[in-house]
């Protein structure tokens, strides 16, 4: 069973800096492409950061130069760190297996003064 938990999401000021986990089940994870995806009101989805099972990177252009996907895969975890966080950055940030489509519920990231 595939269960992907994300937390870290909090409430920070504009130039902060986050870092979210993703807690993925089972011992699935390294053999899998992961991504984040952030979800704001009232627009899509997108795609923040994705890494295949052995590392590539790709990154949204909203935030190259900031944000730094990463995995663990002893620990079976998806991180994101985020750097020089700005107000539209403030999404419902949500943790993706490509693979069966699998996602978690989400951990809520605002950035506001």
């Known amino acids: 069973q595939v269960q992907l938990v994300e937390s870290g999401g909090d409430l920070v000021q504009p130039g902060g800096s986050l870092r979210l986990t993703c807690a993925a089940s089972?011992?699935?994870?390294?053999?899998?492409?992961m991504g984040w995806y952030r979800q704001a009101p009232g627009l899509q989805r997108e795609l923040v950061a994705s890494?295949?099972?052995?590392?590539?990177?790709n990154y949204a252009d909203s935030v190259k130069g900031r944000f730094t996907i990463s995995r663990d895969n002893a620990k079976n975890t998806l991180y994101l760190q985020m750097e020089n966080l700005k107000p539209e950055d403030t999404a419902l940030y949500y943790c993706?297996?490509?693979?069966?489509?699998?996602r978690g519920p989400g951990t809520q990231v605002t950035v506001s003064s």
């Open positions: 890494v295949t099972d052995n590392g590539l990177t």
């Open positions: 089972g011992s699935w994870f390294y053999a899998y492409s």
């Open positions: 993706h297996r490509p693979a069966g489509h699998y």
